[in-house]
């Protein structure tokens, strides 16, 4: 992989930041309408979710960060 993983997830953060700090200025590429926000989130989500399916070692690491996974590779019980 070209970043680890943790710095994919964290690049992530960082642009959702950025867009908030200057969602005044979003033009779209069609002309003078801004940018809503659900484009925004949904261009996001999208990345988000083709960076993290993109290897299996990307989706496990994804999945135990965010605790469906233990540090085994199981389930965790709550998703059991």
Not at 11 to 20: P, Q
Not at 32 to 41: G, H, L, Q
């Given at each position: ?9 964290s ?10 700090i ?55 019980p709550?998703?059991?």
């Open positions: 992989m070209k970043k680890d993983n943790g710095n994919q997830f690049d992530i953060i960082t642009k959702i930041r950025d867009i908030s200057n969602k005044d200025t979003r033009i779209s590429k069609h002309g003078k309408n801004p940018i809503s926000d659900d484009e925004i989130y949904s261009k996001i989500m999208s990345s988000s979710f083709k960076r993290i399916s993109s290897s299996q070692e990307s989706t496990t690491f994804f999945l135990k960060r965010v605790g469906i996974l233990d540090k085994d590779g199981h389930l965790t709550e998703y059991k």
